[in-house]
């Protein structure tokens, strides 16, 4: 990528900002109104916003690369705090760090893929080895053995074809 304007990037950062806001009223709906969810999904959604606001601009100064390596940087930021905080398992967030790895392979190069991807298996694997503690009266080695081997493998190859088919 150049560090030219990228009519992709571009085009990826209104489309998350677009979602970003758009689907706030849903999430604050779905949590049922809650006032601590009200300000979970305003500072998570409003987070995304604004960083994408931010990228929009830096892509226009001519940035692009740098605006899509913090985009991806951010977003593995977010959904990890997201993930560590929402107490849901770690299957229901695979979505979100496949999502990043997706962003990755459509920005950046192979090796941003692979080092977006390990990091993100990483997070997930650490999350799915300590939410099972959650868990009263469970074998605590099993339901960390099934977590992980319920997602990795097949984000793993998910990443593969990703890494094979970035750019450069």
Do not use: Y
Not at 32 to 61: D, H, K, Y
Not at 149 to 157: E, G, R, W, Y
């Amino acid at each position: 990528m150049t560090t030219s304007d990228d009519p992709l990037l571009r085009a990826i950062l209104k489309l998350i900002l677009a979602a970003a806001v758009l689907t706030a009223p849903l999430f604050v709906f779905g949590e049922g109104f809650e006032t601590e969810s009200i300000g979970s999904v305003a500072a998570s959604n409003g987070a995304c916003a604004v960083l994408c606001l931010g990228l929009l601009a830096l892509e226009r100064r001519g940035r692009a690369r740098f605006a899509a390596q913090l985009l991806v940087g951010g977003l593995l930021l977010l959904v990890g705090a997201l993930a560590w905080t929402n107490g849901e398992p770690v299957h229901v967030n695979v979505i979100n760090f496949t999502l990043v790895t997706v962003l990755a392979s459509a920005l950046l190069d192979r090796r941003a893929v692979v080092i977006t991807a390990v990091l993100c298996a990483a997070e997930m694997a650490a999350i799915a080895w300590t939410r099972p503690m959650e868990r009263a009266g469970a074998d605590l080695a099993e339901a960390r053995f099934e977590s992980l081997v319920q997602i990795l493998p097949t984000f793993a190859v998910v990443a593969a074809i990703l890494a094979i088919r970035a750019r450069g």
